[in-house]
């Protein structure tokens, strides 16, 4: 396990080698490996638990009964994976955490920071500190991804992504972390109805893309 990748993980800012090595037998800290389409985590399956994403990526969705899926984020190394929903024990979690591809995560077990469990852990104040931080951060992603999948129309909700995206980069040009699928999974529309929205969108000269590269462009702006 590589500590440098820790020391950038928001759970562990701030903290020395020393004390993350500390931190790790708190949280009952333990590596897995899984392959691209296996489930980290089950909705409806205890919460309380979350894990830090050492290499690869995963996607973060919600399931309805019949299987129709909604992709709330993607992971990446150094990221948690659906801390938002990793509260209380005794609480069932409301999301599914499924590998993109093959991926290394470190399984924590953060839900026992709220309770009396990891009271002999003398870093758990801090480690509580930081976790609620961290909700508040990825409350703000939930709320604009809400922003995004109410718009009324597939090039509303488009658009309202893209526009966050160059705003976040500080450029006109830059990448998002979903393919097509997935970005239609995002945003709750058919992937066809997408790619012909952003077809459309081309050749008004409003976007120029490739892939996972993206340029806006101003109407009358070169």
């Known amino acids: 396990m590589e500590l440098s990748l820790l020391r950038k993980c ?3 800012k701030g903290f020395s080698d020393r004390e993350i ?5 708190c949280l009952g800290a333990r590596e897995r490996r899984y392959h691209k389409g296996e489930y980290l985590l089950i909705s409806g399956s205890p919460a309380g638990e979350t894990g830090l994403v050492l290499s690869g990526s995963a996607l973060v969705i919600r399931e309805d009964y019949w299987g129709n899926r909604s992709i709330l984020s993607i992971v990446g ?32 077990s953060t839900g026992g920071l709220l309770g009396s469990r990891s009271d002999r852990c003398q870093l758990k104040a801090r480690l509580t500190r930081t976790m ?26 488009l658009m309202s992504y893209l526009s966050r995206q160059a705003l976040s980069a500080g450029s006109e040009h830059f990448t998002i972390p979903y393919n097509r699928q997935a970005l239609a ?9 997408l ?28």
């Open 132 to 157: 609620l931080d961290i909700l508040l951060a990825e409350n703000r992603k939930l709320l604009f991804k809400i922003e995004d999948s109410t718009q009324r129309s597939t090039r509303e909700k």
């Open 21 to 25: 090595v500390h931190a790790l037998g």
């Open 77 to 108: 190394p150094g990221e948690l994976l659906a801390e938002a929903f990793a509260g209380g024990e005794d609480e069932p979690l409301a999301v599914s955490v499924q590998a993109a591809e093959d991926i290394e995560v470190l399984l924590l």
């Open 185 to 193: 999974d995002y945003l709750g529309v058919d992937r066809s109805a």
């Open 195 to 222: 790619s012909r929205e952003m077809a459309r969108m081309a050749d008004e000269g409003l976007i120029a893309y490739d892939r996972n590269d993206f340029r806006l462009r101003k109407i009358g702006k070169a």
């Open 10 to 12: 928001r759970l562990f």
